[in-house]
């Protein structure tokens, strides 16, 4: 009994159907993604955007960084789950998809809650250092280029708070990570993301074999 459970499609779908809540707005938002060049691909899987209003709800979080906003289906999740008054920041190098979510967030009436920050993404983590200072954010959420995800890392660990939670997506990446042959940049940038974690000690550390691997991350 204490060994990992192979999910078959039959459990998944079993799963599903125990578990998932959803809604007309999420389902509309995930289909008209999955429309787009590689939208199905870089689509967070329902279940994770639960997974990640969840956790947000838990940490009483009010503060909320994102790096990677593609349709905004994870920001609409995570914003919808902030207390009034609570806002999420997401930064994307453009706003061609996020314009796409951004209609979804304003008709569930999130808009407000959300500020969208177009640029190189490390530029804006350092911007946003600047303007508001370590530990500023409660949680964070990470799911961009791979190629850049340690630096990701490390500038999002100075935004958030001690106890706040850092969610970094991929880091199973198809499974490539544990395949000797694969030696592409992203895979080795996520195995190496993926040592500096195990060895990290600024943090309390957990990778859930759901999607395509989500580690969480609890600053000191």
Same mark, same amino acid.
């Given at each position: 009994?204490?060994?990992?459970?192979?999910?078959?499609?039959?459990?998944?779908?079993?799963?599903?159907?125990?578990?998932l809540?959803?809604?007309?707005?999420?389902l509309?938002?995930?289909?008209?993604?999955?429309?787009?060049p590689?939208?199905?691909?870089?689509?967070?899987?329902?279940?994770?955007?639960?997974?990640?209003?969840?956790?947000?709800?838990?940490t !009483?979080?009010?503060?909320? %960084?994102? /790096? #990677?906003?593609?349709?905004?289906?994870?920001a609409?999740?995570? +914003?919808?789950?902030? @207390?009034?008054?609570?806002?999420?920041v997401?930064?994307?190098?453009t706003?061609?998809?996020a314009a796409?979510?951004?209609?979804?967030?304003?008709?569930?009436?999130? !808009?407000?809650r959300?500020? %969208?920050r /177009? #640029?190189?993404?490390?530029?804006?983590?350092?911007g946003?250092? +600047?303007?508001?200072? @370590?530990?500023s954010f409660?949680?964070?959420?990470?799911?961009?280029d791979?190629?850049s995800?340690?630096?990701?890392?490390?500038?999002?660990?100075?935004?958030v708070?001690?106890?706040?939670?850092?969610?970094?997506?991929?880091?199973?990446?198809?499974?490539?990570v544990?395949?000797?042959?694969?030696?592409?940049?992203?895979?080795?940038?996520?195995?190496?993301?993926n040592?500096?974690?195990?060895?990290?000690?600024?943090?309390d550390l957990?990778?859930?074999?759901?999607?395509?691997?989500?580690?969480?991350?609890?600053?000191?």
């Amino acid at each position: 009994m204490a060994n990992q459970v192979a999910f078959t499609p039959d459990l998944l779908s079993y799963v599903r159907d125990v578990s998932l809540r959803d809604d007309a707005t999420l389902l509309e938002l995930r289909t008209e993604t999955a429309q787009l060049p590689g939208g199905v691909a870089m689509q967070v899987m329902a279940e994770e955007g639960q997974l990640l209003a969840l956790l947000v709800r838990l940490t !009483g979080a009010r503060a909320v %960084l994102e /790096v #990677g906003t593609f349709t905004g289906y994870s920001a609409l999740c995570m +914003a919808r789950a902030l @207390p009034a008054g609570g806002t999420l920041v997401t930064c994307d190098i453009t706003d061609r998809w996020a314009a796409v979510g951004a209609e979804f967030w304003r008709r569930d009436g999130v !808009g407000e809650r959300i500020e %969208l920050r /177009v #640029g190189e993404a490390v530029d804006t983590l350092d911007g946003l250092l +600047a303007e508001r200072g @370590p530990g500023s954010f409660d949680l964070a959420f990470i799911d961009a280029d791979k190629s850049s995800y340690l630096a990701y890392y490390e500038k999002t660990l100075a935004l958030v708070r001690s106890g706040g939670l850092i969610v970094i997506d991929n880091t199973l990446f198809l499974g490539r990570v544990a395949d000797p042959e694969a030696d592409d940049a992203d895979t080795l940038a996520i195995r190496e993301l993926n040592a500096v974690l195990a060895r990290d000690e600024r943090v309390d550390l957990s990778l859930l074999t759901m999607a395509d691997g989500i580690t969480l991350a609890r600053k000191h």
